[in-house]
């Protein structure tokens, strides 16, 4: 069986979903325009290397918590409805700046899990995407958390990547969080906790491993990740759970380096 880090070298077609937490301050809740400029430029060098690269972003809601100045994300859907609004041009026109500077098109989309459900929807996506990839600009997906409302309550955007990777059959599943991948235990309690490298399998086991929704910012904790892992390696996706917080680790993984978690696909 060929090692894990062999096939990451040959993937061509790459899924790159980055959650709130890796984006956003955790205190200030106000965007890290450091950490994105990073994200942004290893993107754009992975596209002149010759990958295709899907974008799937979350942060609109951050974005908005910085523009009006708030002190921490509301509780109502609501009013984070509202700062999905509100933050998702801001977003969009920070990530327009940076990948200009390095010389890449970005084309934005807008989905829900509910349009990923959609037979129709899902086609009418799946062709906008082929054509944006065709055109050779960078799609970059944004949630649409100003009219959705599960993504917003259980942190589902983990999954929508997945039914992005899915319905546009790509190579390998991405996963950018606050923590270096799937551990043995919660290793916020436990010093001890070990990190697994490899996944063959998603049984019982490795779903006991996962936890709730892991800081105040993000919502989607270990256990939605794993759900997308589920779905992904079912469609013969491999899925990479990888720190979004050490810049370059998309590099170092695709190079052939042993980090974050890997969730091997099923052979269909």
């Known amino acids: 069986m060929i090692s894990f880090v062999e096939k990451l070298k040959n993937f061509r077609r790459i899924v790159i979903k980055v959650g709130t937490s890796t984006l956003a301050y955790g205190e200030s809740g106000k965007l890290n325009l450091y950490r994105i400029e990073h994200l942004v430029r290893e993107i754009a060098d992975l596209h002149n ?3 295709e690269i899907i974008f799937v ?9 910085g523009k009006m100045r708030l002190p921490a994300k509301p509780e109502t859907i609501p009013e984070n409805q509202a700062l999905a609004a509100i933050g998702q041009g801001v977003l969009m026109h920070i990530y327009e ?5 390095y010389g890449q098109t970005i084309g934005q989309i807008l989905l829900t899990g ?27 997906i944004n949630e649409n ?33 606050d923590i270096d ?17 490899e996944v063959p399998e998603i049984n019982p086991d490795v779903e006991k491993m996962a936890g709730g929704a892991g800081t105040k910012l ?12 589920k779905l992904s390696t079912a469609n013969g996706i491999p ?30």
């Open 57 to 65: 972003s979350s942060g609109a809601i951050a974005a908005g918590i």
């Open 239 to 268: 899925l990479l759970i990888l720190s979004g917080k050490e810049i370059g680790n998309i590099r170092r993984a695709l190079n052939g380096e042993s980090i974050g978690t890997f969730f091997r696909e099923k052979n269909l």
């Open 145 to 177: 958390d100003a009219v959705a409302t599960e993504e917003i309550k259980i942190g589902d955007n983990d999954n929508l990547s997945a039914m992005v990777a899915v319905t546009i059959k790509a190579d390998l599943l991405i996963i950018l969080t």
């Open 97 to 101: 700046k940076f990948f200009a500077e």
């Open 181 to 197: 991948g799937l551990y043995d235990k919660n290793p916020r309690k436990f010093p001890d906790a070990k990190l697994i490298h």
């Open 114 to 140: 509910e349009n990923a459900a959609d037979e129709n929807a899902r086609e009418n996506f799946k062709n906008s995407l082929s054509a944006i990839l065709k055109m050779g600009a960078i799609p970059v």
């Open 49 to 51: 290397a010759g990958k």
């Open 218 to 229: 993000g919502t989607g904790g270990m256990f939605t990740k794993i759900q997308a892992a």
